[in-house]
């Protein structure tokens, strides 16, 4: 079981930055962790992922150059600092794990609750 929970959403105005953080905990050993958002009416999008070691990651198109996900062993949390924000990101963002290298949400196993970000224009 792997239980994760995300922080650091809010209010920010167009241009400005957010970061997120989901912490794990459980058996996160072998997991990658995924950031995905979600807004009503819409199916869930894939953002980002990191590789348990932090060595390899991957971004949507929409945030590459705009959003880097980090990650901090010792804390076992991952972050998701994002710059530049614009109004089309204002979404629930949630982090999820896999055991697999993948950005189909259907295959991430455990999910947090989510945290919102709402970018003022």
């Known amino acids: 079981q792997v239980q994760l929970v995300e922080s650091g959403g809010g209010l920010v105005q167009a241009g400005g930055s957010l970061r997120l953080s989901c912490a794990a905990s459980?058996?996160?050993?072998?997991?990658?962790i995924g950031w995905f958002r979600q807004v009503p009416g819409k199916e869930r999008e894939f953002v980002a992922r990191?590789?348990?070691?932090?060595?390899?990651?991957y971004y949507a198109d929409s945030v590459k150059g705009r959003f880097t996900i980090s990650g901090d062993n010792a804390k076992n949390t991952v972050y998701l600092q994002m710059s530049s924000l614009k109004p089309e990101d204002t979404a629930v963002y949630y982090c999820?794990?896999?055991?697999?290298?993948?950005?189909?949400?259907?295959?991430?196993?455990?999910w947090g609750q989510g945290t919102q970000v709402t970018v003022s224009s």
């Open positions: 999820a794990a896999t055991r697999y290298t993948t950005s189909n949400a259907q295959l991430y196993n455990y």
């Open positions: 990191i590789s348990r070691s932090g060595d390899s990651t």
């Open positions: 459980g058996r996160t050993f072998g997991y990658y």
